[in-house]
């Protein structure tokens, strides 16, 4: 079952502007990360944030955490056409296996030149 | 570039057949997840290796099946394929701790006709 939901399910932006999705999450966890996936290809880990930690950053990417709202977002600031991936972020559970990878269903996002 | 290989890219099977996907992680990563991820969906974790010995597995039934070796590759086994079994399958790897950054391979696109 998915545990967490991507928001919005699609996003198109122009190149230069700010991307924003949002996660929510049913459980509590260990830590959340976000991954980005070309066009049916593999997943490339973008970045990970704890349970205690509140946000990160991440070169053009910055990510929040909200344990009491069990909700996550991912900004990338200054888009680019090459950022046209869909995005998912996935929760590893508190007291279960690290290694268990929880996703939603993404976000497809769409950077316009 | 993830260091983790999967084998084949694509492949056509008939309903009721067997299918044998493989993996290749980088060299001590010992713990090693398989996901399937259908068309528009998020990937569903499948089941988790490490150290040859499977430690965690998802709502997936029986017929499929796992095997990780001492040289870092492993396996996944599909028996009496069905329709829905139509997928990209992942392989992840990871050395063990929690936050360790998991590797994904490229996927393995499993056509069931």
């Known amino acids: 079952s998915q545990q967490g939901e991507e928001d919005p399910q699609a996003l198109s932006i122009q190149e230069g502007e700010n991307a924003t999705m949002n996660c929510s999450y049913k459980t509590s966890i260990n830590n959340l990360q976000w991954y980005r996936q070309n066009s049916g290809r593999g997943l490339v880990h973008l970045i990970l944030?704890?349970?205690?930690?509140r946000e990160k950053h991440s070169g053009r990417l910055r990510v929040t955490l909200d344990t009491s709202k069990k909700s996550s977002s991912l900004l990338i600031t200054a888009s680019r056409a090459a950022d046209t991936a869909s995005y998912f972020c996935a929760t590893v559970n508190s007291g279960g296996s690290n290694y268990k990878l929880t996703f939603g269903k993404g976000t497809l996002l769409t950077v316009n030149p | 570039e993830t260091g983790v290989t999967q084998s084949p890219t694509h492949l056509i099977k008939t309903r009721g057949q067997q299918v044998t996907l493989r993996c290749s992680s980088q060299?001590?990563?010992?713990?090693v997840s398989w996901y399937q991820q259908a068309l528009g969906q998020g990937p569903q974790f499948i089941f988790q290796y490490y150290r040859e010995e499977e430690n965690g597995r998802g709502n997936f039934p029986p017929r499929f099946s796992g095997l990780q070796f001492p040289n870092y590759s492993s396996e996944l086994n599909v028996n009496a394929l069905e329709l829905d079994d139509s997928a990209l399958y992942l392989c992840a790897s990871s050395v063990p701790g929690s936050g360790n950054t998991i590797y994904f391979g490229e996927g393995s696109w499993l056509t069931v006709v």
């Open positions: 944030i704890r349970s205690n930690e």
């Open positions: 060299s001590g990563h010992n713990t």
